[in-house]
């Protein structure tokens, strides 16, 4: 198996849909964008944007934990308005979900 990391911002809510059989489905996207400058010295920048899905247990983390992510954002975003803040870095993230939801997020886990 191949792993890829994207990092990147969030398109929409994820939607969540379940198979015939049961199996939850989400579907996202996200954009990455790339910064460089040109050989004249301009600053250039492109975004690409990914569409996503992911199935069964993982899918459901998904959706939790992105949910949890706004949630997050959501109270950040009046926090900064006092005064600049150091970035946020998620990692671990899916992983630590799917062996202990509960607890990952207790101590701290998935986001640093």
Do not use: C
């Amino acid at each position: 198996m191949q792993k890829v990391m994207l990092i990147g911002n969030l398109g929409r809510d994820p939607e969540v849909k379940y198979s015939q059989q049961g199996t939850a489905i989400a579907q996202f996207s996200v954009a990455t964008t790339e910064r460089w400058k040109d050989k004249e010295g301009k600053l250039r920048e492109h975004t690409e944007w990914f569409s996503l899905k992911a199935f069964g247990r993982r899918a459901e983390i998904i959706v939790t934990f992105l949910a949890l992510l706004e949630l997050l954002r959501r109270r950040l975003a009046s926090a900064r308005q006092a005064g600049p803040m150091a970035p946020i870095m998620i990692y671990r993230a899916v992983e630590s979900l799917e062996e202990q939801p509960a607890r990952a997020i207790e101590e701290g886990q998935a986001i640093s």
